[in-house]
T-cell receptor, first 114, second 114 residues
Framework: AQSVTQLGSHVSVSEGALVLLRCNYSSSVPPYLFWYVQYPNQGLQLLLKYTSAATLVKGINGFEAEFKKSETSFHLTKPSAHMSDAAEYFC????????????FGTGTRLQVTL | GAVVSQHPSRVICKSGTSVKIECRSLDFQATTMFWYRQFPKQSLMLMATSNEGSKATYEQGVEKDKFLINHASLTLSTLTVTSAHPEDSSFYICSGETGTYEQYFGPGTRLTVT
């Protein structure tokens, strides 16, 4: 079965600082990986996805993630944090063998301080 | 991106009553729709997967007689919580998938059972 692990349930950065949210995956087949963002009391918005094309994936709002097979990682980064980036971030993997069901990580809450 | 709506956004019902939540894909046809449940400060838990015109496939531990799912068309799925109890209070989120492994999420429905 495929799974993702998000290290750090809470991450706090200063405005303008680098954002790094960690995600490691476990999969017996090449995975499809996703990062979603959730603002309070809202649904999820797709930030970016990896579907076996380019390993460096650029998403919306200045976020990007790099698929590293050797490290089984798909960390999310943004060079300069904005206050509006404060939200909950979820890494997810597609279980391609079972009707494309998403398996989510436990989430990382990003706090951005002045 | 594709838009998914949910109605209502918030609902309060009395214990023992039933409540229906609608999920609509507004500008695409969703071959598959998913229903998730999210507890406070936790990740999303997949409840069921539904394909248009077919019976929903429920995840282990989800009561199919309690959480009735109907996927009547490629743009509409409904979740009915029957005989609701306070422990059913939660944030329910639906998503639609177009067949490209990408899910588009609704804004969620906050259910409170008193």
């Amino acid at each position: 079965a495929q799974s993702v692990t998000q290290l750090g349930s809470h991450v706090s950065v200063s405005e303008g600082a680098l954002v790094l949210l960690r995600c490691n995956y476990s999969s017996s087949v090449p995975p499809y990986l996703f990062w979603y963002v959730q603002y309070p009391n809202q649904g999820l918005q797709l930030l970016l996805k990896y579907t076996s094309a380019a390993t460096l994936v650029k998403g919306i709002n200045g976020f990007e993630a790099e698929f590293k097979k050797s490290e089984t990682s798909f960390h999310l980064t943004k060079p300069s944090a904005h206050m509006s980036d404060a939200a909950e971030y979820f890494c997810a993997v597609i279980n391609t063998g079972t009707a494309s069901k998403l398996t989510f990580g436990t989430g990382t809450r990003l706090q951005v301080t002045l | 991106g594709a838009v998914v709506s949910q109605h209502p956004s918030r609902v309060i019902c009395k214990s023992g009553t039933s409540v229906k939540i609608e999920c609509r894909s507004l500008d695409f046809q969703a071959t598959t729709m998913f229903w998730y449940r999210q507890f406070p400060k936790q990740s999303l838990m997949l409840m069921a997967t539904s394909n248009e015109g077919s019976k929903a496939t429920y995840e282990q531990g989800v009561e199919k007689d309690k959480f009735l799912i109907n996927h009547a068309s490629l743009t509409l799925s409904t979740l009915t919580v029957t005989s609701a109890h306070p422990e059913d209070s939660s944030f329910y989120i639906c998503s639609g998938e177009t067949g490209t492994y990408e899910q588009y999420f609704g804004p969620g429905t906050r259910l409170t059972v008193t």
